[in-house]
């Protein structure tokens, strides 16, 4: 499988190197962000564990990074980081907070470092992460409207037995 990439994998990669000895805080970072852009966004979160949602994020984030080279397993791993965001009812319409969330707590963790082509290689990869994501999204919810369609149509066989 070929994926071409809009972005600069290498310097993705390096820029991750920069800030993974620091992946808790950017995660933290990251969403003190996500509730500054959109403080309404709270109310998603109220019951979560941030320091296992942290955690998670950070082993997505260097799982997703360090298989640029592989991108079978990529795309089955970003499709299936969709199907968990459709389970825990994270919509599509959030991921422009969190892409401006994202970059800036690239920003953030890079200082001196960050460009306008580091900005845009992340931005880059960003996008074609959430297109992925999106995927599995769409996979889930089309899984869910299938299941739902065969036990209403069980149910109506089962009422035509019955009648």
């Known amino acids: 499988m070929v994926i071409n990439y809009r972005f600069d994998t290498q310097a993705i990669k ?9 992946l808790t805080n950017f995660w933290r970072t990251f969403f003190d962000n996500v509730f500054i852009i ?16 942290n955690a998670l994020a950070s082993r997505a984030m260097t799982i997703a990074v360090k298989n640029l080279n592989q991108p079978s397993y990529l795309k ?17 319409v ?20 960050w460009n ?7 931005r880059e990869f960003f996008h074609f992460a959430f297109d992925l994501i999106s995927d599995g999204m769409t996979d889930a919810t089309l899984r869910r409207e299938f299941e739902e369609f065969m036990e209403a149509q069980e149910k109506l066989d089962n009422y035509k037995k019955a009648a």
């Open 38 to 53: 959109e403080p309404d966004m709270q109310k998603l979160f109220r019951h979560v564990d941030f320091e296992n949602l």
């Open 116 to 122: 306008q082509e580091l900005e845009n290689n992340w």
């Open 14 to 22: 390096e820029s991750f190197y920069r800030i993974e000895p620091n």
């Open 76 to 92: 089955y791993y970003l499709r299936g980081l969709g199907e968990y965001q459709f389970k825990v009812d994270i919509s599509e």
């Open 94 to 113: 959030y991921f422009p907070v969190f892409e401006q969330a994202f970059l800036e707590a690239l920003e953030t963790y890079h200082l001196n470092n």
